[in-house]
């Protein structure tokens, strides 16, 4: 596993899809064995962060069965019987995997200091397709061997004999479990192929790896070495392997030069000092400060090295944001028809002509004109406002062209921003449509931020705001009072005063069809789940990954220096039910995952088939 290295901040947001990158001041794995009052230490620290920070605690013990006290008690006990701190580790893990929760997890900042900690690893990183892997990369030191078994585009059925959608269910969900069958799936398949101590039980020594392999129409079985190295050792001969030519098409998959990512990546993890200026102000978006608008994004864990998200984030660092299109053609198929309206906004958004055909699929002889949105996250480098102005114009476009048909594709969406995306969903109507409620954990946390916004001085604040800060302050105060844990209901309005409005720009509201999956996370849920319940939209796909609600990172543990990301609220649907474990259900349901390999071409076809058929 390639991870940068990282520091966290006590309240840091996290942004992204694939994980934070964060320099500051968090210590990697202690280098001693951790001591019995030592793990006590740390068991209490995380049990803390829970009672104080966590929103849906009671939620959660109503829907997954369990009392919170009786899992302190548990996890106590079994973290005297750890033997190594790598054993204690997982037991965090597993205790934060126990609220089923995709904001919530442990996370630890991987040192390239010798001992401590080390990495398996097959030599290839990949996508899952349905219930198998599709290889997408390999690992420098492999890229030149076209002997070795396993190549690009291989098909991986079965690890040891085991279908790949087992191991993950018995493996990889114990170190965080996303609330999601689907999203466990999507998100660790990958992670089976190469462990990092502390956070997976690694391989016995000298072990072998069996794969079976659909290549083509024909079934493979190979088997490859296991191969373990300290993190630090690792790293610095993927830095070596890196600095070689690559063959030209080796770096497709990334849409960048894979040489500069790796020696940027190992350089910076190598010797922070390394990381380029550049760099940082477009790695680390939250380096302004904590923002809550801000943190309705999933938080991955720890990504595998080949991770096509790392690639994205640092394809920046050296040629600066690449142009949305390309982006776009990189993770979807575009039609060599399409007619972009603007290519370079941060959603670029391109028509088609379609054939209409009638309720028997005859074709009519008629076409329509059909708009596709590629609307791939609410954390998007141009500030808020510009991005909204860039929608808005959009569909002012579309209208002019005639096009009343409009496909958003949210596949892969990990959230972002809650004022930009419920801005965002506004614009698609021409009435104010009804925004969602939320609930806060009554801590520190958002008592200090609504009794700062009651009292700011800044030129963004009025006596308005302020006032209505004042109200929900003094509310949750109420609740605090009366021995809440979870606040009384807000409008997420009341974190946006005076903000959202009707669009007076959209003649008529279009005929939209949403695509999602199970990565569509946080405020892609909460966008998805707008839409829907405002009947502006039909949502096709796979449910969404019910992560309901903004994320806080907290660290770090005395001692193991473990950090943990927590939900500190939750969004409810406009029928009053969680967003949480919950998600979106489609009005269709598609095997998106299934369509992994085709750049999801088959989802979008169906949608653009529910609006180009007639019906009686």
Not at 46 to 74: H, I, T, V, W
Not at 164 to 185: F, I, Q, T, Y
Not at 358 to 372: N, P, R, S, Y
Request: aromatic share 10%; proline share 5%.
């Amino acid at each position: 596993m390639f991870h940068p290295f990282e520091r966290a901040k006590v309240r840091a947001v996290v942004f992204g899809f694939a994980a934070l990158f964060v320099i500051g001041a968090c210590a990697p794995a202690p280098r001693k064995a951790l001591t019995k009052d030592q793990k006590q230490a740390d068991m209490m620290w995380l049990f803390s962060q829970f009672s104080e920070n966590y929103a849906p605690l009671e939620y959660k013990e109503a829907k997954l069965g369990f009392k919170f006290d009786d899992l302190k008690a548990k996890y106590l006990a079994e973290a005297d019987t750890t033997a190594s701190n790598e054993e204690f580790y997982r037991l965090m893990s597993r205790f934060v995997a126990e609220f089923q929760d995709a904001h919530t997890k442990t996370n630890q900042t991987f040192s390239v200091l010798p001992k401590r900690n080390s990495i398996a690893y097959l030599g290839f990183d990949g996508i899952r397709k349905g219930n198998n892997l599709l290889v997408t990369a390999m690992l420098p030191s492999f890229y030149a061997d076209p002997a070795y078994p396993v190549q690009l585009g291989d098909i991986i059925t079965k690890l040891d004999g085991t279908d790949l959608p087992d191991l993950v269910k018995k493996e990889a969900v114990l170190r965080g479990h996303l609330g999601n069958a689907e999203s466990n799936l999507t998100a660790y398949m990958p992670k089976l192929f190469s462990k990092v101590s502390g956070t997976s039980v690694m391989p016995a020594a000298d072990a072998n790896a069996k794969l079976t392999i659909q290549r083509g129409l024909t079934k493979v079985e190979v088997e490859v070495p296991w191969i373990t190295k300290d993190m630090g050792d690792f790293t610095r001969e993927q830095q070596k392997y890196a600095k070689k030519s690559l063959p030209i098409g080796e770096t497709a998959h990334f849409g960048t030069n894979l040489e500069k990512l790796f020696t940027w990546a190992l350089d910076a993890m190598a010797d922070q000092k390394k990381v380029k200026p550049k760099a940082l102000s477009q790695l680390l978006p939250a380096s302004k400060g904590y923002n809550y608008q801000d943190s309705f994004v999933y938080v991955a864990l720890a990504p595998t090295w080949g991770s096509s998200e790392i690639a994205d984030v640092l394809q920046q660092s050296f040629e600066g944001p690449a142009k949305p299109v390309d982006v776009l053609k990189t993770k979807r198929y575009v039609p060599s028809t399409a007619m972009f309206v603007n290519a370079n906004a941060t959603f670029p958004t391109y028509v088609t002509g379609e054939k209409v055909y009638d309720i028997l699929g005859k074709a009519t002889g008629e076409t329509k004109l059909v708009a596709t949105m590629y609307l791939d996250t609410f954390s998007p480098q141009a500030s808020e406002d510009a991005v909204v102005k860039e929608v808005s114009d959009t569909l002012v476009a579309l209208q002019t062209l005639g096009v009343q048909d409009l496909i958003i594709d949210m596949i892969n969406n990990g959230g972002g921003s809650l004022s930009l995306g419920l801005r965002l969903a506004q614009l698609f109507s021409t009435t104010k449509i009804t925004m969602p409620d939320m609930q806060f954990k009554l801590s520190n946390n958002w008592l200090d931020q609504f009794e700062t916004e009651s009292n700011a001085n800044t030129s963004d604040s009025n006596d308005a705001k302020r006032e209505l800060a004042r109200r929900v302050f003094d509310g949750l105060s109420k609740d605090v009072a009366r021995g809440d844990q979870l606040s009384s209901k807000w409008s997420t309005e009341s974190l946006m005063p005076f903000t959202i409005k009707a669009n007076d720009r959209l003649k008529k509201n279009m005929n939209i069809v949403l695509l999602t999956n199970e990565m569509c996370a946080s405020m892609c849920d909460i966008f998805s789940a707008v839409l829907q319940d405002n009947k502006l939209a039909k949502v096709i796909g796979a449910k969404s990954m019910g992560a309901g609600g903004n994320v806080v990172m907290h660290g770090e543990a005395p001692n193991s220096h473990m950090w943990v990301s927590q939900t500190e609220s939750l969004i409810l649907r406009k029928d009053g039910s969680y967003i949480e474990n919950n998600g979106v259900t489609p009005d269709l349901a598609l095997p998106v995952s299934e369509t992994s390999d085709m750049r999801y071409f088959p989802i979008r076809m169906i949608a653009i088939a529910l609006m180009t058929t007639k019906t009686p």
